[in-house]
């Protein structure tokens, strides 16, 4: 996981459990103070929520024990595809060009380009060099892309 995946894993963990987590409790503490539970929406909400809540926190708190941070900045072979590194390949089927950043599988955003290190286009383009042609499975069948670029993060970033 790039340092900035783990610090985001790090604030969503404090924003449930410091901020979230007492509001809810506080509204399950008054629903609860007015009597009868089995028809109380705000008290059913409230335990759902925390249940909710607590399950994600065990998720984060696990994966922050065992997330093992990698600092993309710190790549000595900058000019191959390892993880951290933005990417921009040419599919040859079309010649329209992608770029997409290599991160961790918690960090994937396909949207902002963000792709898992273990998805089918990162896999094929691990270890390349700009120049060089790599097969990527997709949904469609086995396509052809080359490396345009090949870019990492400054130090400091």
Do not use: H
């Amino acid at each position: 996981m790039t340092p900035a995946g783990a610090e985001a894993l790090r604030e969503e963990l404090r924003a449930l459990w410091e901020d979230e987590r007492p509001k809810v409790v506080d509204i399950v503490s008054w629903a609860a103070s007015l009597g009868d539970r089995s028809e109380n929406a705000d008290y059913q909400y409230g335990k759902r929520r925390l249940r909710q809540i607590d399950g994600r926190v065990r998720f984060l708190r696990k994966r922050l024990d065992r997330v093992q941070v990698v600092d993309p900045a710190a790549q000595a072979k900058r000019d191959q595809v390892f993880f951290g590194a933005t990417v921009t390949y040419a599919r040859m089927s079309d010649d329209a060009e992608v770029t997409i950043r290599i991160v961790g599988v918690d960090e994937a955003n396909a949207e902002c380009g963000d792709v898992s290190w273990v998805a089918p286009v990162a896999r094929a383009l691990l270890g390349a060099r700009v120049g060089d042609l790599r097969r990527v499975r997709t949904p469609a069948g086995l396509e052809e892309v080359e490396v345009v670029a090949v870019v990492y993060p400054s130090a400091g970033t």
